[in-house]
């Protein structure tokens, strides 16, 4: 396969979990540490509603008293955030990227998140290609269901 042909979905990381605009930050910090990731889908009765990332959150977090045990997502997320479907091509996911300065898309089907692409996925795959390997050969997702929200006991 040729690198003009990839699409996203070959490309993208599963994305295996969202919160709902309703997680404190301090969840929202929590969830992204266990599980290792930097950027949250923020959704609402299964659909993106935004994204929130780990910088999104400490730039809020910098601000003199504020308790990130009270304050929601929803006061730091991108609402209406990059989307694509699995079917996308990378170049043109890539140029929209670095066109609007973004560090992710989302990659959605049914208006439900099912992968992320980000800055780091893109150097994953740049670097397969500087190794003369197939870009696809370690990210690439299999079937992958929508991402699960996170249930948030405080406010559900």
């Known amino acids: 396969m040729t690198t003009s042909k990839l699409t996203i979905g070959q ?7 969202a919160v709902n605009p309703h997680h404190t930050f301090a969840e929202a910090h929590g969830i992204m540490r266990s599980h290792g990731i ?12 935004g994204l929130v990332s780990q910088g999104d959150l400490r730039l809020l977090e910098s601000l003199d008293e504020l308790d990130t045990r009270v304050v929601e997502v929803e006061e730091a997320m991108t609402r209406d955030p990059y989307q694509v479907g699995r079917d996308e091509l990378l170049t043109d996911v890539v140029d929209q990227m670095a066109a609007r300065r973004i560090g992710s898309a989302l990659v959605v089907e049914d208006g439900a998140v099912v992968g992320i692409f980000t800055c780091i996925d893109a150097l994953s795959v740049l670097r397969h290609l500087l190794d003369g390997r197939e870009p696809h050969g370690a990210r690439i997702a299999g079937e992958v269901g929508p991402a699960t929200t996170t249930s948030n006991p405080q406010r559900d």
């Open 11 to 17: 490309v993208m990381s599963p994305c295996p979990v």
């Open 38 to 49: 930097r950027h949250l889908p923020v959704e609402e009765a299964g659909r993106v509603v």
